[in-house]
């Protein structure tokens, strides 16, 4: 595998998220976001941490733009965090947030790097929140707003724009499990948030056209490759079910503008839906964009099971508490996912099928493994290196397959807070020490950066 193996002009960037790296939450007059809240709740995050440090990259932006341009990337996908833009999520933009991402994009085009920006990666402030969050309508019209104060005070310095990332986590781990911000379980009325959260790309997606008509804009979803775990009816079924629920909730609105009745089906919405989703709605979040995000990590294999016992933990797939989650047998990350690159192309022939001739991106796609720091310092990740190496492999055969993919961003530039699982999964090609803050490029960043010297 050759970095001359992918055409000319394929982007190859890394990709981090505001919350994960930042730190520094309550400087430059950030507000607090429903993550804040979330972490400081005990038993909300495996290791009882909070991202209030991270990876003090607020303080060190300039240092990881040095180690990103030296690694060879690129482009580079960050995120903006709405509370440094609007402490509350209303209102004039705050210039200290304005500022700290203005030299961030500045200092990448200096080195050559390009940025993208991804204008919500889960960081909602936490007063929209309190206002109904996601389940509220409202909460999609301040997001069009935001995009539209973000993108004339930086439109002149990002290029790349992002509206969403992984509308699915923030509606289904975020209201129907509670695994994340903000904690609610809510069942099947979680869908109403993954309305708004399209709701918000489309206005959002109009906001940043009528500022920046110069802009490019898409949006990223999180794709699985799904598979029954037999050829039984029962079996189909439940893959049609948790394809529909991952996949194709999000991907039909977006590139086809109509919602999936089965879906809806599944989740007794269909009534809240007709209601509330209107063509206007749909008309929105189904305008054009210039490019699809995927982040692709792994496969499900499903089930058909029986329904779940009385008092069992939430699930995240309402409507679908009977489905289980199947082990092949095949190798899997510390995050307990199966790996499967071949699964990358499945998900992109289903989002090329709806919209072909949409560029595609794989916005995101790596892995945690358990590493160890030798006696030399040094960081031997064969296991993340493998996995990389096979999903450029599936990259370059997307591309021979005529699939329109244009670029691969790495998850992730170097260690970082992982969600509800805190600093306990690693899924950089940096190695982060959380004591000193020092960066060491793993083997799997050495690796990166022989080939795309080519
Ligand atoms: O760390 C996350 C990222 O924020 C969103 N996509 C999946 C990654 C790994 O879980």
Not at 130 to 150: C, I, M, P, Q
Not at 241 to 266: C, H, K, M, Q, T
């Amino acid at each position: 595998m050759r970095r001359s193996d992918l055409p000319d002009g394929f982007v190859i960037g890394t990709a981090t998220a505001s919350y994960q790296i930042e730190g520094a939450t309550r400087e430059g007059g950030r507000g607090d976001s429903i993550w804040d809240t979330f972490a400081r709740q005990p038993g909300a995050i495996v290791d009882g941490s909070t991202g209030d440090v991270a990876d003090d990259h607020y303080n060190r932006s300039e240092e990881d733009v040095a180690l990103m341009s030296d690694l060879g990337f690129e482009a580079y996908r960050f995120s903006i965090a709405w509370p440094r833009i609007q402490a509350d999520g209303a209102g004039a933009p705050n210039p200290a947030g304005i500022d700290f991402y203005r030299r961030l994009a500045e200092s990448l085009l200096e080195r050559g790097v390009t940025p993208w920006a991804t204008l919500y990666h889960w960081d909602l402030p936490q007063a929209l929140e309190d206002k109904g969050g996601w389940l509220s309508r409202e909460t999609a019209l301040r997001f069009a707003d935001y995009a539209a104060h973000v993108a004339d005070r930086l439109g002149d310095v990002i290029t790349d724009w992002i509206t969403l990332n992984e509308p699915w986590c923030s509606s289904f781990l975020g209201y129907a499990s509670g695994h994340h911000a903000p904690g609610r379980a809510l069942g099947s009325a979680s869908a109403h948030a993954a309305h708004h959260l399209l709701l918000g790309h489309g206005l959002a997606l109009e906001a940043l056209r009528e500022v920046r008509p110069e802009a490019r804009v898409g949006t990223t979803l999180n794709l699985y490759a799904v598979e029954p775990a037999s050829d039984s009816g029962a079996d189909r079924d439940a893959a049609r079910r948790i394809d529909g629920l991952s996949n194709r909730l999000f991907l039909e609105p977006l590139l086809s503008g109509a919602y999936p009745e089965d879906v809806l089906d599944d989740l007794g919405e269909t009534e809240w839906f007709a209601e509330n989703a209107t063509d206007d709605d749909l008309r929105r979040i189904s305008a054009p964009i210039d490019f699809l995000g995927i982040n692709y990590y792994s496969r499900h294999t499903v089930a058909a099971g029986s329904a779940p016992a009385p008092g069992s933990a939430p699930s995240a797939y309402p409507g679908s508490e009977h489905v289980t989650f199947v082990s092949t047998g095949a190798p899997v990350t510390r995050m307990g996912w199966e790996i499967h690159p071949d699964g990358m192309l499945d998900v992109m022939r289903q989002a090329h099928e709806l919209a072909p001739g949409l560029p595609l991106y794989i916005t995101e796609n790596g892995a945690a493994f358990e590493d160890t720091v030798d006696a030399d310092g040094r960081i031997d990740d064969a296991q993340r290196t493998d996995y990389l190496r096979s999903h450029f492999a599936a990259a370059r055969d997307a591309v021979e397959a005529k699939l329109p993919l244009r670029g691969y961003f790495v998850w992730s530039l170097m260690d970082n807070w992982e969600w509800a699982w805190g600093y306990s999964r690693r899924f950089g090609i940096v190695h982060v020490d959380y004591e000193t803050q020092a960066r060491t490029p793993k083997r799997s960043a050495r690796w990166m950066a022989e080939f795309m010297r080519g």
